[in-house]
């Protein structure tokens, strides 16, 4: 088993930020060769998980995979990577259509030499120096990191979740507004703020705005 040195670990919990242009790479996957380049003017949704043929991240497949369609409609694909073969994925993924019945229709990062993993920080030495974590890393049409998620090993992902979460980004960027907690599409968003007193004696009256007080108001986006 490959050891990993102290130089190694600590480039790997150096996490990309929030707001940061998405780290460049260029991969072998079960699609061929790849660039992250290759989906700029799209969203995407960059995601790792521990080990090809196993159970919970074999859940993972088959929920990423049930809601591909449901992210096309939003402009947002996905990619999945982890520290196993192109052949080890391509085994795996053809034995989850055959035993359960669902086609795996988004490609696969071979990761072997760890440089993605290393390059997004989705190694946590703490808890394992040779399996990726669960990791998401939202990336939207202009290759910006827009949103970053970590489940630990034994914790498979939440689905609506992660389609809430693209929801709430593209809605925030079109609209400029922000979401409150638990939003879902047609709920109400929240305004950002007046900037002068004047502004916020305005904002109080206008009735199209539901204000809890003045820093503090929602409306409608129909």
């Known amino acids: 088993m490959e050891l990993i040195n102290e130089t190694q670990e600590k480039k790997m919990v150096s996490l990309p930020r929030i707001g940061e242009p998405a780290p460049q790479f260029e991969a072998i996957t079960t699609f061929g060769t790849l660039k992250l380049s290759d989906f700029k003017g799209s969203w995407l949704i960059l995601f790792s998980h521990p080990a090809d043929f ?39 993924v053809r034995n989850i259509e055959e035993k359960l019945g669902q086609k795996i229709d988004f490609p696969v990062i071979a990761d072997l030499n760890k440089e993605v993993a290393m390059l997004y920080g989705m190694i946590m030495p703490g808890e394992s120096k040779t399996e990726t974590s669960r990791c998401v890393f939202i990336i939207d049409d202009k290759q910006i990191i827009r949103a970053i998620i970590y489940y630990p090993l034994t914790t498979g992902r939440n689905m609506d979740e992660i389609l809430r979460l693209i929801q709430a980004l593209q809605t925030t960027d079109k609209y400029a507004v922000a979401t409150p907690a638990n939003w879902r599409p047609g709920d109400k968003v929240i305004v950002p703020p007046p900037k002068t007193a004047e502004q916020a004696d305005e904002r109080i009256k206008d009735k199209q705005y539901e204000c809890k007080d003045w820093y503090f108001c929602k409306k409608d986006l129909k």
């Open 54 to 92: 196993t159970p919970v991240c074999t859940t993972e497949f088959i929920a990423f995979a049930q809601i591909h369609s449901k992210l096309k409609e939003m402009n947002c694909e996905l990619m999945g990577l982890s520290i196993d073969s192109v052949f080890s994925h391509i085994a795996w």
